[in-house]
């Protein structure tokens, strides 16, 4: 019994179809640009690639607070992915990563410090300034020395706590002291900011020169008092992702959203400037 030619006109219209379907199933089969299910080849887009594994973030001490904050929320954004912090004086940040530590970004409270790194031949790309800081004298809760300015802490009877030169929060001291002509011979230079801090906290010093976003994010802990002088040290954060990254994907991703609205409301809610 011979085919109309309606009826071979209709199966061979549905034997391309079940042809075509199969090679979508595939390998994609071929589409105009205006169809719905064209892959991102064919569109001229790439799908995102989802980021996983764990991101090594060495930074400053003083970004403790508002980086483990935004770490919390890079992990939520990305499930599968894992924050891991390494907090210190820069300088210190620094010399691990050109002695050959793993990482994958570095943020650091100066941009000398970021230099150490950078001439090392250890990042990749150009580091990019993210925020800003400025000192304050932390004293003890209710400042029971009154201490109203630099010169204040001079008082032959007070403790008063530095950070090491060598560190951006030490160095940026220093400058502020130059700025007002003051000579001051602390009872201890300590290491890293957070260091400085803990000396008042603890009730080991009268006062401690550290930076406004600590003295914030110790609370009731300590008083704070600002001074003149600090407009003269303010200290630029650069951020950058080290050249041999172990995972560069999700280093970049961290970098994005540390510059990103978000990143920065964090930030400025911790009491940095904009860069």
């Not at 790439?46 to 904050?69: I, R, W, Y």
């Not at 304050?136 to 030169?165: F, H, M, Q, W, Y």
């Not at 009730?203 to 406004?212: L, Q, W």
């Not at 540390?258 to 911790?270: I, N």
């Amino acid at each position: 019994m011979k085919m109309r030619h309606a009826d071979r006109t209709r199966w061979t219209l549905r034997a391309a179809g079940a042809g075509c379907a199969a090679l979508l199933a595939l390998s994609g089969c071929a589409s105009s640009d205006d169809s719905p299910s064209a892959t991102p080849e064919t569109s001229g887009s790439a799908a995102p690639a989802k980021l996983s594994g764990e991101v090594t973030v060495f930074a400053a001490a003083s970004l403790k607070e508002s980086f483990t904050t935004l770490g919390e929320e890079f992990e939520k954004v990305h499930p599968g992915t894992k924050v891991t912090f390494s907090f210190g004086g820069s300088d210190a940040l620094a010399a691990s990563i050109t002695g050959g530590a793993p990482a994958d970004v570095f943020a650091a409270a100066s941009p000398r410090t970021m230099r150490i790194v950078t001439e090392a031949g250890s990042i990749s790309g150009a580091p990019a300034t993210f925020v800003r800081n400025q000192l304050e004298i932390a004293t003890l809760p209710g400042n029971p020395e009154r201490i109203d300015s630099l010169e204040d802490l001079t008082g032959p009877d007070l403790k008063v706590v530095l950070c090491d030169r060598t560190v951006p929060c030490g160095a940026a001291a220093q400058k502020a002291l130059e700025a007002g002509d003051v000579e001051l011979t602390p009872v201890s230079y300590e290491q890293d900011v957070k260091a400085a801090l803990n000396k008042v906290v603890l009730n080991e010093a009268d006062a401690a020169v550290v930076y406004k976003t600590d003295v914030k994010a110790a609370g009731d802990k300590v008083a704070g008092v600002e001074f003149p002088e600090s407009a003269e040290a303010v200290n630029d954060y650069p951020i950058a992702l080290l050249k041999d990254a172990p995972n560069a994907a999700a280093a970049k991703a961290f970098i994005a959203l540390v510059q990103s609205d978000e990143g920065q409301k964090v930030l400025t809610g911790a009491g940095f400037l904009n860069p």
